[in-house]
């Protein structure tokens, strides 16, 4: 006959391998919920310090075909090129929030600005960003005015603006709106009038 | 940077690189592609043959988008088409099809491209398009020209004995071909014109100066050519339904023989010569054709633009509403020239480079969109730089003269659009090559009139959008001025 005290020691070994591998289960299939890093298609951008400054940001809204100035409060760092890149990344923050008046592709990201006297801005952005716009004259005016207005509202001097895509130039950021060229800051910011005023 | 794009885009509008790009650019792309030419009271309008199976094979939606409402499903294998309220099923890979019923055998497979696009044997469309239309279709395999209905134009041909002789031909209905002299005679292209062969395809003639004329038709295009003994000119009258052919004026004789361009994927109809009606003698010499309105149907090819839909591509909208718009034009007599009348590839500055060359009034380029509703015009976002030098013109920049009156235009096409409660709106768009163009210049963007964008296949509101952007053309003509 086995002993009462080795079958109650056999019991509670039997009762910890139960809870033990119930526990295991539940932390495992809590990290594959975590995306592995090659799927993680956030921006790696460290978060900006400094003093939060209030900027304006030309916000584009598609339902109704429109640009709309919006002022935000940002942390902003004191160089010129970073508060740039900054101001940009704020507002495609904007666009890949959950309701976004504007969606753009997941993962889209400013790769940099280069600020090139005299008054010459060079935009650089992500593939994810441009393979992965939506198709259309209107769609894509939107963007880029909302790109070089907000830009050039926020960070004084900037006449002339360009846009890269990986650091390349690109005809087109979906088959409409055209990057080969240099744009105008005046001539946008008078387009922007128009796409403000709905007309 | 911006020293290599000035360096790259600095052109001389003008220049006769562009008369040689054309020249050398359009008949080699004709030349390599296969066509039917398909004339019907509806519209008159070519297609791309291709080959598959060393067999020529033709797109069946193509064929009948222009002629009535039609649209096709893909299940697996099976593609369903429905043209108006008759049905036609074909399998992939398979001979035999279904029309309105009854069961027919195609002279070879039936071929499913990128699960939508149907294609069967140019050789079955002679029995399939009966069938599906419900009207009488008459084609010539060989020359690859079909008629639908009573649209074929007749012609007679006779010497007058006058000094000098005069070749006076009579057509059943206007005709404007395109006209080349060369050693030893006169050749008439017919493009766009249903024009059929007379009795006897050589007329000889009992004259010394004017021997004899040939008619033939090949790829969907028809020609006569009257042989001479001396340089032969041509004119117009009786509205365009009588061309005159005499020995040119002794002056007129001298310059080395000129040849209008020939017409490639760019296809259209315009007056060769302003007709004089009731003068049969020619007064002076031949003129290049000249197209008051350029229609450019945005993408093709391999450039789909915006996908509106897993069954509806960009590129296919703005192909159905630049034949439609053509059409309205010349209803309006205006002359019109497509950019591209198929699925074909046309770069940016190509389109630039044919609409500058052939000095049009006003340049229209087509785009659909999902987003929004109604329409949108657009004016050209010009960039910076663009410094002209001389009579250089910056490429980038080459709109800049011609912005206010591509704003009239805008404003002419938005009024149109208003008064036929479209919504409508102008606004400028970084959108080449309106930039690069040197004549008037707008882009159309159309978007659904409602929250389907399959409604943007729909006939009635195409020819709605076509209509209201012709009538705005037309009215702005005033404005605008004539061709250059």
Redesign the interface.
Known sequence: MIPRHLLIAVAVMLLAVLVLGFYAGRVRSRVTQFPSAAQDVRPVTPPASGPTERVTLYVAYDDAGVLRAQVANIPLPAARQQRAEEVLRSLLGTYLAKDSPHPIAAGSEVRAVYLVDPGLAVIDLNAAFANGHRSGILEEELTVASLIQTLAANIPGILRVKILVEGRDRETLAGHADLSDFYDASAVSQLAGQLQAGQ | ??DR?HTRQRVHIDCWVFTLLLALTLPAGSADEKKIAVFSPAATYSILVVDRDGREYAGLLEVLEPLGQVSSRTDGLHWTLRYNQVEAEFTNGKKRARIAGHDFDLPANFVLENGRRGLVPVAALNYLLPRILGTSVNFNPAARRFFIGSVAVHFTAQISRTAPPRLIMNFTAPVNPSIATEPGGLRMTFNRQPLVAPGTSTLTFDDREISSANYSESNGVSEISVNGTVPLMASFSNDGRTITIAPAPQQAAAPPPAATPSAGSVTGAGPVTPAVPGVALPTAPLQPRHFYAVIDAA?GGD?R???LSDKLL?KDVTLALARRLRQELEARGISAMTLRDSDANLT?DQRAIFTNTAHPVVYIAL?A????KGT?I?TA?????GENNGPFVAW?TAQSAALASSQAAAQGVAAEFARRQIQA????????PL?NVTSAAI?V?VAPPGTDVMDLTLPAYLQNVASAVANGVAAGRDKLGAPR
């Open positions: 940077m911006p794009t993408h450039d633009g915006a996908t960009e940016l785009h969109s999902s987003s929004g949108r657009y976002l010009l960039p910076a730089g980038d709106r102008t606004l400028s768009a970084p959108l080449r930039n882009a963007e």
